[in-house]
């Protein structure tokens, strides 16, 4: 019993022993082991299991989580959704050159660094917002790799859910109505003429002279004593002239 369990992954001692029992006394040792020593039969069948599992490596992803979306909040509005995830390998086989995820939302493939077992990377989505009415909603993914033309699929789908609300319509702006001002036209103030004091000898004027001296603050204002003056240092200068001079 001691000799089988310690030698019981040894195929040339058990080919032996076996081969022994039979002919001399026509019994099968694998069954003996089996009956008789179960343990032993046990290990050597997980042995064998685990051997044919680690000889094949297993190509397998895993979304790890969400990173980011953006906008944080989204609306009825927004045209887009740029979600940010990490993606790792968790398989036993480095992923092809060409590794891709696709999304049931858009018409190509986005693309995947070849990634180790145990590497994970980020990758950056933009998903289009095509329906632009509020619930709940989630993007479809799968991962694969490009085969020639084709692109084969590994593993199961995954989603990414995310809530779109509705946008709050802006509230209509009331204009007030403009205050028309009504326009007064208001008449030009004319320039004040003083009245002419009666005077018997006008100044020292003759009649002509002093009626000069009158027009002349008619049209230019100011005194009539100013005018007076100013017509006795040209007693002999018309209305017009006078209007120049001055």
């Not at 390998?89 to 995947?112: A, F, H, M, R």
């Not at 709940?136 to 789908?157: H, I, P, T």
Request: some cysteine; proline content about 7%; hydrophobic content about 35%.
């Amino acid at each position: 019993r001691q000799m089988c369990i310690r030698d019981r992954n040894n195929d040339d001692f058990r080919a032996k022993t076996s081969n022994l029992a039979k002919n001399f006394f026509g019994i099968n040792l694998d069954s003996v082991v089996q009956n008789f020593f179960p343990e032993a039969a046990q290990q050597t069948d997980s042995t064998q299991a685990h051997s044919q599992t680690t000889s094949s490596p297993v190509l397998s992803y895993e979304f790890v989580r969400l990173i980011s979306k953006s906008p944080e909040i989204i609306t009825t509005e927004a045209s887009e959704i740029l979600v940010r995830l990490q993606i790792r390998n968790n398989g036993t086989q480095q992923w092809p050159e060409k590794s891709v995820i696709s999304c049931e939302l858009l018409d190509s493939y986005i693309e995947l660094p070849s990634l180790k077992p145990t590497e994970s990377a980020e990758v950056t989505v933009t998903i289009p917002n095509k329906n632009g009415v509020s619930g709940n909603f989630a993007a479809l993914f799968q991962f694969g790799y490009q085969n020639g033309q084709e692109v084969e699929s590994v593993g199961e789908f995954f989603e990414v859910p995310f809530e779109v609300i509705e946008a709050k319509k802006p509230e209509p702006v009331i204009q007030p109505e403009p205050v028309i001002q009504p326009v007064i036209q208001s008449e030009p103030e004319q320039p004040k003429v003083e009245p002419v004091q009666a005077n018997d000898d006008k100044n020292g004027l003759s009649n002509e002279e002093f009626e000069k001296a009158n027009q002349l603050q008619q049209l230019f204002g100011d005194r009539i004593d100013f005018w007076v003056d100013f017509v006795k240092k040209n007693p002999k200068r018309t209305v017009e002239e006078l209007a120049s001079i001055y």
